[in-house]
Nanobody
Framework: QVHLVESGGGLVQTGGSLRVSCAAS????????MGWFRQAPGKEREFVAA????????SYADSVKGRFTISRDNPTNTVYLQMNSLKFEDTAAYYC????????????????????WGQGTQVTVSS
């Protein structure tokens, strides 16, 4: 079982940048595909970005494509989400999640396929 802890959230102005991190407790971190999701008050949790086990494949929601970048550092068991050109509508709690697909190049896009979730970190974008 892997334990996930997000950090790096905070308050930022529109147009600003922020990087959130997710540290995993599991030493076999490279066996997990990772994803970032977000949930705003009164809304369902939505997919933001995903990265494959080997880091070679990524996928993004249309709403963040070109502004957000997901990356991972397997030796330090950490996945990152770099967020640039932030908009008010990016305000949400951001969650990282881990899944174990058999393929090292597959990204996981749906909440139901993820087995482990962090507690979330709040990102607030002021207008």
């Amino acid at each position: 079982q892997v334990h996930l802890v997000e950090s790096g959230g905070g308050l930022v102005q529109t147009g600003g940048s922020l990087r959130v991190s997710c540290a995993a407790s599991e030493d076999s971190f490279s066996s997990y595909a990772m994803g970032w999701f977000r949930q705003a008050p009164g809304k369902e949790r939505e997919f933001v970005a995903a990265i494959s086990r080997n880091g070679g494949t990524t996928s993004y929601a249309d709403s963040v494509k070109g502004r957000f970048t997901i990356s991972r550092d397997n030796p330090t068991n950490t996945v990152y989400l770099q967020m640039n050109s932030l908009k008010f509508e990016d305000t949400a709690a951001y969650y990282c999640a881990a899944a174990r697909p058999w393929s090292p190049t597959r990204v996981v896009l749906t909440t139901t396929e993820y087995n482990y979730w962090g507690q979330g970190t709040q990102v607030t974008v002021s207008s």
